[in-house]
């Protein structure tokens, strides 16, 4: 995948917040909180249900996901493909 209008999210899980080469990221992403974190499903599912309230400031203009079902079908997703964008499951 590339960048467009946000970073690619091959190989989420694991990767640390705001990291992906040649993405400009808000500087919302670059406080020492968001830079520390380490996506897992867990903050994931917290951080897309309503990204604005996790990452105030931010650029996104991505209103959240408020569905478990559709949650759980996206993070089901994503998992299948590694940093490399090949399907790893």
């Known amino acids: 995948a590339r960048n467009l209008v946000g970073p690619q999210l091959n190989g989420l899980f694991g990767r640390t917040a705001g990291t992906v080469?040649?993405?400009?990221?808000?500087?919302?992403?670059?406080t020492p909180e968001?830079?520390?974190k380490v996506w897992s499903p867990e903050n994931f599912t917290t951080y897309i249900r309503n990204p604005r309230a996790v990452t105030p400031n931010t650029r996104m203009v991505f209103a959240g996901i408020r569905?478990?079902?559709?949650?759980?079908?996206?993070?089901a997703y994503l998992k299948q493909f590694g940093a490399d964008g090949k399907r790893s499951q």
């Open 21 to 30: 080469q040649g993405f400009n990221y808000s500087p919302a992403y670059k």
């Open 34 to 36: 968001v830079a520390s």
């Open 67 to 75: 569905s478990d079902n559709q949650i759980a079908d996206l993070i």
